[in-house]
């Protein structure tokens, strides 16, 4: 009966830790864009920042079932593929 009683305490648990797993992921994934952006402004090179912009708006976002991880991956892409040539 009293894992029956504590059922509720961990699954709100584990809903707390998860959320708070993405709202580090997705902190890190904005940091790591902000860094980026600031990085290739200062370069002065419009076209490496205007790819980059491309790159920043193809990441794979879709509100609440977005995948934190898929975006990790898609923005490591994003930045070795920007500073290369168009």
């Known amino acids: ?3 029956l ?4 305490f961990f699954m709100a648990l584990g809903v707390f830790l998860g959320t708070f797993n993405n709202n580090i992921c997705f902190s890190d994934v904005v940091q790591s864009v902000a860094e980026t952006s600031a990085t290739y402004a200062k370069q002065g090179d419009t076209k490496v920042f205007a790819a980059w912009a491309e790159k920043i708006e193809a990441l794979p976002l879709y509100g609440y079932e977005t995948d934190c991880s898929a975006v990790e991956k898609a923005l490591e892409v994003a930045k070795r593929g920007a ?3 168009p």
């Open 1 to 3: 009966m009293a894992i």
């Open 5 to 8: 009683g504590a059922a509720p």
């Open 83 to 85: 500073s290369e040539r």
